[in-house]
Each structure stands twice: as structure tokens, then as C-alpha cells.
């Protein structure tokens, strides 16, 4: 599949490669165990945004609050356009005047494991189980969909943490007080040097 038909129209109609570093990207094969990646985006309002690889893309949903490790907490989360896997590593500053103009930083990623049975069936049907291996979060999560979004209304899911071990009350972290798990930098200091690039390791490339 190439070109428009491989799902990622949307992601690149509203974008423009040659202003923005985001990747143009392809669906891809992935590796044995699923990816996931959380951004955190200050565009303009403030939001996590939620990603999980299925079927050579990444399923996203954009997560105002953020993810909460408190079992009680239903965070909104509102499905966007499938994103490219290349995305997963995508860090920097998205250029006034661009989609999404605002830094971002990938604050968590790891792999996860779906519970559902048949997870593409389930993704279609609105309710999925996923068991996360990551960095920061972890244990059971479920996330559903409660409008369907046919009536005129916006597609809108709720984002929840399974009361399991990893569970807890501390809710989520400052959005901008936490680091990248790439470059240890905050959101600010990825805005205040949108032109260095940096490493894991942390140097500059
Ligand atoms: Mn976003």
C-alpha cells in the first residue's frame, strides 16, 4: 500500500513536510510485541496525546487531563487521525502556522500487550483491554468508547486504569514539569530550543 491508500491520508492531508519535522511516514510492519507512545503537546490547549501501534499504524487519541493511574478517574479521550509508527520518536516544535503548531514532548513509550480477544475487532467495536510495559505506565487499562460520534457529535472514548498493582492515587504527573523519556528535557526547554536535536543518549546529533 502507498500513497493515500495505506491510512495515513488524513495525517498527511493536514500537514506540510516541508515546514514541519513531523515524519510523512508509511504503514509498516511492526516487531513482535505491540509499541505505544505518549506525547505530551502543548498546540492549542494543552494535551497527552495516546498511541497505540495496530495493524502498521498508530491508533490515536488525544487525552486533555492525561492518563491517570487513579482507577477512579475517567479520562476523555477524543480519537485523531491514525499517525505513522515513525511518529513514536517525533520530538520538537511544530511550526506556528502548522497542524498542531506547539512543542511536544514522547513522555512515555514502551510496548503493551492486548487483552481483548480479536483487538482489531474489539478496537472497531469500541472497547479494548491492553496490559502496558512501560517506562511510566503499567498494568491493566481499558479504554472505551461511549459516542459514537454519528449524530453530529465528535467520536469520544474514555480512557481508564484497571484497579490492579501499578494502580494508584497520584493521579497524573505535572504536564509540565515532567522529561522526555528520550532527552530528559521538559516541554519548555524542547519550545526554547526548538533546533537541537538530541540523542537518547542525550547528545546533540
Ligand atoms: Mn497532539
Same mark, same amino acid.
Given at each position: 500500500?502507498?500513497?493515500?491508500?495505506?491510512?495515513?491520508?488524513?495525517?498527511?492531508?493536514?500537514?506540510?513536510?516541508?515546514?514541519?519535522?513531523?515524519?510523512?511516514?508509511?504503514?509498516?510492519?511492526?516487531?513482535?510485541?505491540?509499541?505505544?507512545?505518549?506525547? =505530551?503537546?502543548?498546540?492549542?490547549?494543552?494535551?497527552?496525546?495516546?498511541?497505540?501501534?495496530?495493524?502498521?499504524?498508530?491508533? @490515536?487519541?488525544?487525552?486533555?487531563?492525561?492518563?491517570?493511574?487513579?482507577?477512579?478517574?475517567?479520562?476523555?479521550?477524543?480519537?485523531?487521525?491514525? !499517525?505513522?509508527?515513525?511518529?513514536?520518536?517525533?520530538?520538537?516544535? =511544530?511550526?506556528?502556522?502548522?497542524?498542531?503548531?506547539?512543542?511536544?514532548?514522547? /513522555?512515555?513509550?514502551?510496548?503493551?500487550?492486548?487483552? @481483548?480477544?480479536?483487538?482489531?475487532?474489539?478496537?472497531?467495536?469500541?472497547? =479494548?483491554?491492553?496490559?502496558? !510495559?512501560?517506562?511510566?505506565?503499567?498494568?491493566?487499562?481499558?479504554?472505551?468508547?461511549?459516542?459514537?460520534?454519528?449524530?453530529?457529535?465528535?467520536?469520544?472514548?474514555?480512557?481508564?486504569?484497571?484497579?490492579?498493582?501499578?494502580?494508584? @492515587?497520584?493521579?497524573?504527573?505535572?504536564?509540565?514539569?515532567?522529561?522526555?523519556?528520550? @532527552?530528559?528535557?521538559?516541554?519548555?526547554?524542547?519550545?526554547?530550543?526548538?533546533?537541537?536535536? /538530541?540523542?537518547?543518549?542525550?547528545?546533540?546529533?
Amino acid at each position: 500500500m502507498s500513497g493515500d491508500d495505506d491510512g495515513l491520508g488524513t495525517y498527511r492531508r493536514k500537514r506540510r513536510f516541508d515546514r514541519t519535522e513531523e515524519p510523512e511516514g508509511e504503514r509498516a510492519g511492526g516487531g513482535e510485541e505491540p509499541r505505544y507512545v505518549v506525547q =505530551i503537546h502543548d498546540a492549542t490547549s494543552l494535551h497527552f496525546d495516546f498511541r497505540l501501534e495496530w495493524d502498521g499504524v498508530l491508533k @490515536s487519541w488525544s487525552v486533555p487531563k492525561g492518563p491517570s493511574m487513579n482507577p477512579h478517574d475517567k479520562r476523555l479521550a477524543m480519537p485523531t487521525e491514525d !499517525h505513522p509508527l515513525d511518529y513514536r520518536t517525533f520530538e520538537g516544535v =511544530i511550526p506556528r502556522g502548522e497542524y498542531g503548531a506547539g512543542p511536544v514532548i514522547v /513522555w512515555d513509550e514502551g510496548t503493551y500487550e492486548p487483552l @481483548s480477544r480479536d483487538f482489531g475487532k474489539a478496537l472497531a467495536k469500541g472497547h =479494548i483491554s491492553f496490559r502496558m !510495559h512501560g517506562g511510566k505506565l503499567r498494568g491493566d487499562w481499558a479504554l472505551s468508547r461511549f459516542r459514537s460520534g454519528e449524530d453530529g457529535e465528535r467520536e469520544a472514548w474514555l480512557l481508564v486504569k484497571k484497579s490492579d498493582s501499578h494502580a494508584s @492515587s497520584r493521579g497524573t504527573p505535572d504536564p509540565w514539569r515532567v522529561r522526555s523519556a528520550l @532527552s530528559d528535557r521538559t516541554l519548555k526547554q524542547v519550545r526554547e530550543e526548538p533546533a537541537e536535536r /538530541w540523542t537518547r543518549e542525550g547528545g546533540r546529533r
